[in-house]
T-cell receptor, first 111, second 112 residues
């Protein structure tokens, strides 16, 4: 069974700071997804990365996929209170239909 | 366009009672999923339906049953609720090949 380890578990920072959160797998990722979940809502997809070494940018968010496809990071530049939420990574593990999630990083950005 | 709609949003049950969580999507998703989310445990897959007429167990199926009523609707039933089933339940849908999951806003269930 694939295990996705996310770190740190909790992160509290001030507005304007930069931060990086990590997702590591016990096996090679098939197709890694990053989601953000705001309080009282369901997760929403941010990005999908597939190719080793891939870098994707979404405004102030930069997603990196490790060359060996066993790790990924999410870097946020100049964090804002609107970035507050639970950041989840997920992978199919080669399954056609089942997605396994990490436990997430709970980010709080204070004004 | 409502997306993925779950009902009810909140429910309190007594141990041993039964209930059904309803989920409906209007996004033409082929596959649908039920997850539960608990503090420190992340999202865990209970059951999924790859297509209309099929259902399969996920990681934590014990104590639950599901029905894929048609392409739009996927319900989750607790036949005899237990305190361990206190959780937030999320329904999600996806196109079979696209893999992006679209989630509802969750149903918070408390079993006393």
């Amino acid at each position: 069974t694939q295990l996705l380890e996310q770190s740190p578990q909790f992160l509290s920072i001030q507005e304007g700071e930069n931060l990086t959160v990590y997702c590591n797998s016990s096996s090679v990722f098939s197709s890694l997804q990053w989601y953000r979940q705001e309080p009282g809502e369901g997760p929403v997809l941010l990005v999908t990365v597939v190719t080793g070494g891939e870098v994707k940018k979404l405004k102030r968010l930069t997603f990196q996929f490790g060359d060996a496809r066993k790790d990924s990071s999410l870097h946020i530049t100049a964090a804002q209170p609107g970035d507050t939420g639970l950041y989840l990574c997920a992978d199919s593990g080669g399954s056609n239909y089942k997605l396994t999630f990490g436990k997430g990083t709970l980010l709080t950005v204070n004004p | 366009n409502a997306g993925v709609t779950q009902t009810p949003k909140f429910q309190v049950l007594k141990t041993g009672q039964s209930m059904t969580l309803q989920c409906a999507q209007d996004m033409n998703h082929n596959s649908m999923y039920w997850y539960r989310q608990d503090p420190g445990m992340g999202l865990r897959l209970i059951y999924y339906s790859a297509s209309e007429g099929t259902t399969d167990k996920g990681e934590v199926p014990n104590g639950y049953n599901v029905s894929r009523l048609n392409k739009r609707e996927f319900s989750l039933r607790l036949e005899s609720a237990a305190p361990s089933q206190t959780s937030v339940y999320f329904c999600a849908g996806a196109r079979a090949q696209g893999w992006e999951l679209f989630f509802g806003d969750g149903s918070r269930l408390t079993v006393l």
